[in-house]
């Protein structure tokens, strides 16, 4: 008996000991790093968090100053693979899966995966609607595709969420410049400078704006310090010379977007292989199945049939042109539609159709897809 105590307390003894070295290590380990990453080794202690997660994989602060470490090494896939790693730790903290989703959006940002970016952030506001930054993102992302209306909801909403989000009230400012609208640009503007000094540009583009009243635009200039280093040549507050320097934000540049996520653009300049790849995904999109193509100068021609019904014939037209098509594009259509036999047409457009157009092709059993739907169609297949 007293054999076989002793036996038992060296066992325990010994599970202790393997668990106090194992404790002792780990936490080794992780003090390292630490001090090492507060130094800018970044090689150092991702030499040290990796023995940590070589020890335990589910360590939560190793695997989060892991994906830190990637990421100042630009190493983005390793920073990808550590934060889905986070994922699946605790896979129902909805708060750690919000925090995780937003650094993977701005690390795909930073690095110009935007595509990767923009679902990141949509994940975030499927779990949480009211942070601030996800919808600023979100906001210029759509502003840079030309897709105001949705751009102007995302800084409304980043405005909600913190109204002394200054960068929201100036995006939308901006927006509001795009689509002419003076007075809302002017106010959003105001409560810029009115409630905060640290931002010139809300001086810069409210003097713009006043450009045509000079006595009021130049003293939102001269209020501007170092005004030569913020428009980026010597000035001396003469509005003509400016004005082609300001002209910059009307092109949309100060609209930061996070990039172009094959948009109708990228659609135009695609050469005729990869043009015919996205057709097909358009065509899938549509929940069509082609049953010919003929490929044209400036696009492609389809005959296609619902997925659920075989005997309705569609004619498409797939356009990668930007102009604005007018009736004459509809008749032409309705005349390949009869030759064809075809019952229902559509007209997809990297362009926009004129209201004439429009209204011919709604008697006529022609449904018109503008650059506006093209888009929304593109960043869905994204």
């Known amino acids: 008996m ?8 060296l066992f325990l003894i010994s599970i202790l000991f393997i668990y106090f070295k194992y404790i002792y290590c780990i936490e080794r380990f992780y003090l390292d790093g630490v001090e090492k990453f507060n130094h800018s080794d970044y ?27 990637y990421e100042a090494l630009n190493n983005v896939e390793e920073a990808g693979k550590t934060y889905h790693r986070l994922l699946s730790i605790h896979p129902d903290n909805i708060r750690n899966q919000v925090a995780i989703f937003q650094n993977l959006g701005e690390l795909y940002q930073k690095n110009r995966q935007f595509d990767k970016a923009f679902l990141e952030f949509k994940k975030v506001l499927e779990l949480d609607g009211a942070l601030y930054r996800t919808h600023l993102y979100l906001g210029m992302f759509f502003a840079g595709q030309s897709m105001l209306d949705e751009a102007f909801w995302e800084f409304q909403k980043a405005v909600e ?13 901006l927006c509001y410049c795009k689509k002419n609208w003076r007075e809302e640009a002017r106010r959003e503007f105001q409560k810029i400078i009115d409630c905060s000094s640290d931002y010139p540009r809300a001086h810069l583009y409210l003097g713009y704006l006043l450009k045509d009243e000079k006595s009021q635009a130049v003293p939102e200039f001269e209020t501007i310090p170092n005004l030569e280093t913020v428009i980026g040549h010597p000035c001396k507050y003469d509005i003509p010379m400016l004005q082609q320097q300001f002209e910059i934000w009307r092109r949309g540049n100060e609209l930061q977007s996070m990039g172009k996520i094959r948009t109708v653009r990228e659609l135009t300049r695609q050469n005729a292989v990869t043009f015919k790849k996205t057709g097909s995904r358009i065509l899938n999109h549509l929940k069509l199945q082609v049953d010919e193509e003929q490929m044209r100068p400036r696009g492609i021609n389809y005959i296609a049939h619902p ?34 036999n075809a019952e229902i047409g559509i007209y997809v457009s990297c ?7 429009k209204n011919i092709a709604k008697t006529l059993k022609i449904k018109l897809l503008g650059r506006k739907t093209l888009n929304r169609i593109l960043l869905e297949l994204a």
Request: net charge negative; hydrophobic share 45%.
């Open 351 to 357: 362009g926009s159709f004129t209201l004439e157009a």
């Open 2 to 9: 007293i054999y076989l105590f002793f036996a038992l307390a």
């Open 161 to 173: 969420v913190e109204p002394s989000g200054w960068d929201a009230h100036l995006y939308l400012g």
């Open 43 to 69: 090689k150092g202690s991702l030499a040290e968090f990796s023995k940590v997660i070589e020890i335990d994989q589910f360590h939560v602060s190793a695997n989060l100053y892991l994906a830190r470490i």
């Open 307 to 340: 997925d659920s019904d075989d005997r309705h014939r569609v004619l498409v037209y797939l356009r990668n042109w930007m102009t604005c098509a007018g009736p004459e594009a509809v008749y032409e259509m309705l005349a390949e539609m009869r030759r064809k």
